[in-house]
């Protein structure tokens, strides 16, 4: 079975622009989840999606959208990019509620 | 919310060695304990799981165990070897919802 796929592995872009990244989950699962890296804040929860519902939300600005589609992709957008927003975009899908999130190996942004 | 706090934040032993890392989280509704472990340029992968009905889980060389009481889990590796060195991250999750809260992260070193 396929993990999970994320694109762009690296992007850079400069302050004030907007960037889209992109998920695409095990086959089969619905939920999917993305997760802000920082080396000084660590793993900070940004939302999940399940059936193209956004179920939960973290503590981000409204700058940080995002979106699943009916075959169960995922896209989160960053608005005014702002040098702070330079992490590592880690996207997680899994079966259902509580259970084990299997994570891609992230999307790579940096902010000039 | 949750807070979940990781020590120690770096760990050096010896090959052969066993390695512990423990966690404590904060909210007693939290029902799902997860580690993972994320080598360089990775995203994070499971590597074993515990749920609040169940004290302990073994692994092979890894095992984890759960007080409730206390609200603190801990990671053990034994008869570690190099290709265990990376960084580990221990989360908890309530029932309801599939928001995931993690540690700060471990950076493990296996001496050869």
């Known amino acids: 079975k396929a993990g999970v796929t994320q694109t762009p592995r690296y992007l850079i872009k400069t302050r004030g622009q907007q960037v889209t990244l992109s998920c695409s989950p095990i086959s089969g699962h619905r939920s999917v989840s993305w997760y802000q890296q920082t080396p000084g804040q660590g793993l900070q929860f940004l939302f999940e999606?399940?059936?193209?519902?956004?179920?939960n939300k973290g503590n981000f600005p409204g700058r940080f959208s995002g979106r699943q589609f009916s075959n169960s992709r995922s896209e989160m957008n960053v608005s005014t990019l702002e040098l702070g927003d330079s992490a590592l975009y880690l996207c997680?899908?899994?079966?259902?509620?509580?259970?084990?999130?299997?994570f891609g190996n992230g999307t790579r942004l940096t902010v000039t | 919310g949750e807070n979940v706090e990781q020590h120690p934040s770096t760990l050096s032993v010896q090959e052969g060695d066993s390695a512990v890392i423990k966690c404590t989280y904060s909210d007693s509704a939290s029902n799902y304990f997860p580690w993972y472990k994320q080598e360089l340029g990775k995203g994070p992968q499971l590597i074993i799981d515990i749920r609040s009905n169940v004290g302990e889980k073994k692994d092979q060389r890894i095992a984890v165990t759960l007080n409730k009481t206390a609200k603190h889990f801990s990671l053990h590796i034994t008869e570690t070897q190099p290709e265990d060195s990376a960084v580990y991250f221990c989360?908890?999750?309530?029932?309801?919802?599939?928001?995931?809260?993690f540690g700060t992260g471990t950076s493990l070193t296996v001496i050869p």
């Open positions: 997680a899908s899994s079966l259902k509620e509580n259970s084990p999130l299997h």
């Open positions: 989360a908890a999750s309530l029932y309801t919802g599939n928001q995931f809260y």
């Open positions: 999606y399940f059936s193209e519902t956004q179920r």
